[in-house]
């Protein structure tokens, strides 16, 4: 199995990757977009996308690749991983010594309560990336690094704290798009992309309501502007259950007509019932 | 009428709170939020907040108030105006003597074909915001800035083109936050916020049936995380319709014990209605 993801070695994505497959084969990318078109050209067999952080919501790179692309893959799993942000550096350190403490902008503000605690007299410093601030921290004594604790060990760096978000509920949920239809499982999600018409306003609940009327759970909603005219939307909708089911196609078949336009993104196992 | 906005003199914001009421005692604060506790705090009678644009969708900050606030305020107005990107500098430059065009990031990519058609070896540089990239340009021969038209004029600057921007169809929906309630016009909105409970996957459908049923106008939904668990979520809902109005007020009423919690952020005149 070939997995294309957002490079480079030590992101999370590559850690959601490993999760999906422990034996994958790992195909580091620089966009996400990039190991999505790795997918559509046979060079990979999955791509693995972060879709949602539990503290930062919905990631709109991967939005923006479901909603503006003709696309040959579909979603065929989802993964959830806890994210935590190391503190690393070179080893034998002393904490009082520390003058900088470099990350991506996003991980020192979720870390910043804690980075108080520990090393109050350190100043952040952004880098374009976790990756880029790990490496950066092997070349300079009194500067530590937050990042993947994966990230670490080919550096020779130490692991000073394997997690210090200030928030321990920060997850990322990541979906795998591929090629192949996944059959049904008895425990499934299904995600849809639709649009209304510009002359329909408030017809969200009328796509909603065949969904509604037949008990079918509809865990996620999420809009995205479609940068055509303020109040008109994409919006990306997950239910339960699969494609394939009477049910739910039946749902689709009658809340169709009443969008502009519908896709289904793909239909694939629930996270919880692959680990419960 | 005193309104406070997001600063300084010569943002979007200001451009709205003067649609709103030419006549108002403009107050700027450094921060939305600032903004809002000038109300609060009876300073100033009410705060003008972006919320919505048509090209990057909910403005967080704002969310974040209506979501994280205990509010002594609700949404009182909405004012939707287009946001124009023009092109401003020193007087009597040539284009082909320009090096660098200042702007924020957003708007230089909201610019990046125009830039490249009208000057194209100018190198763009990255600005704080559009009213700094301004103030520099007054400093600085062979530099243009983005920015509000606005703000050109009390520096004496020249207006090289009204709008540079590569997409026409921007727009941002404003709110206006007061403490006064305002009665039913005959064509008003309603915005709700509600979360669910955790053990409740899909009960989403639930909150949004008593509106479907009465066919009450949902123009909009926006989801955002709780930061609490993943898959879970705030819900910003519009509909049509005054809390006052017996259907709303009963359909409310229905939602409400399906919701952890439900909050009426308030009824105000649909921005249609007052404009045409």
Chains 1, 2 share one sequence.
Not at 190 to 196: A, K, V
Request: charged residues 20%.
């Amino acid at each position: 199995m070939r997995i294309s993801h957002l490079g480079p070695t030590g992101t999370h994505t590559e850690s959601a990757a490993i999760e999906y497959d422990p034996n994958a084969q790992l195909m580091p990318y620089p966009t996400v977009k990039d190991a999505v078109h790795a997918v559509e050209r046979d060079e990979a067999d999955l791509a693995i996308c972060a879709i949602e952080n539990a503290l930062e919501g919905a990631v709109i790179e991967t939005l923006v690749i479901l909603q503006n692309e003709i696309l040959s893959v579909n979603i065929s799993a989802e993964i959830v991983i806890p994210i935590k942000h190391a503190l690393i550096g070179i080893p034998n350190q002393s904490f009082t010594n520390i003058t900088t403490v470099h990350s991506h902008p996003q991980a020192l503000a979720q870390c910043r309560d804690n980075l108080m605690a520990l090393v109050p007299n350190a100043k952040p410093v952004a880098a374009l990336s976790t990756a880029a601030a790990i490496e950066s921290t092997t070349r300079n004594p009194n500067t530590l690094a937050i990042g993947n604790i994966r990230a670490a060990k080919p550096q020779s760096l130490h692991v000073y704290n394997p997690d210090i978000s200030d928030n321990k509920n920060n997850q990322t949920r990541f979906i795998a798009l591929g090629k192949n239809l996944v059959p049904p499982t008895g425990d499934d999600k299904t995600s849809l992309i639709f649009t209304m018409a510009h002359d329909l306003p408030g017809s969200l609940v009328d796509v909603l309501s065949p969904f509604a009327k037949r008990k079918i759970n509809l865990s996620r909603i999420e809009s995205r502007p479609t940068r055509q005219q303020l109040g008109t939307y994409y919006f990306f909708v997950d239910i339960h259950g699969h494609q394939d089911d009477t049910l739910i196609a039946d749902a689709i078949k009658e809340a169709q007509p009443k969008t502009q336009w519908l896709n289904i993104l793909g239909s694939y196992p629930r996270w919880n019932y692959i680990k419960s």
